[in-house]
């Protein structure tokens, strides 16, 4: 029975990780990509923007704020599906949103993805080291229902 479900589902099917340009983060990636490699997994890649504190207020300073993160995201973004091409052989799918990063991903994770595992780095860009969570991971883990794979 156990055999037979798995075979239906197998495990790493789907994979998203996600990604703010810490080394943490980076890590987080190559460890996806040598699971998907190792397991033929989709990958989806998934980086989150905050709202800036100082939020625009007219329509038209929105969208120029909504144009110059698109452009920044999508940069960034094309940039880690190249080297997973190059050094993996491996087409990711690539997503941004603007949000609040915990909720955006398990979010996106359980409902657009239908991921089976969640990859994240430990700490991310935050300077505050002494813990071993930073609030995103942390709030991940407290809150997703599907395995969460933490990468130090
Ligand atoms: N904006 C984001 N978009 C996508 N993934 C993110 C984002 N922020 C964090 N992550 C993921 O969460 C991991 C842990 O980062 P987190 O933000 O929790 O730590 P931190 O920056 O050190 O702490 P804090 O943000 O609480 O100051 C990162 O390695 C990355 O995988
Ligand atoms: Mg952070």
Do not use: C
Request: proline fraction near 5%.
């Amino acid at each position: 029975m156990v055999e037979l479900a798995l075979r239906a589902s197998p495990p790493f099917s789907k994979i998203l990780v996600a990604v703010d340009r810490s080394e943490n983060s980076n890590r987080a990636l190559e460890y996806t990509l040598k699971l998907a490699k190792l397991h033929d997994s989709k990958v989806t890649i998934l980086h989150v923007v905050e709202p800036s504190p100082s939020a625009p207020e007219t329509h038209t300073a929105i969208r120029a704020f909504e144009i110059a993160v698109e452009d920044e995201a999508r940069k960034f973004l094309d940039s880690l599906a190249e080297r997973a091409q190059k050094e993996y052989g491996i087409k990711p799918e690539l997503k941004w949103q603007i949000g609040h990063p915990a909720k955006v991903i398990v979010d996106v994770a359980e409902k657009t993805v239908g991921a089976d595992l969640i990859v994240m780095g430990s700490r991310g860009l935050g300077g505050f080291k002494e813990l071993l969570l930073g609030s995103v991971s942390h709030a991940v883990v407290n809150h997703a229902r599907v395995p969460v794979l933490i990468v130090r």
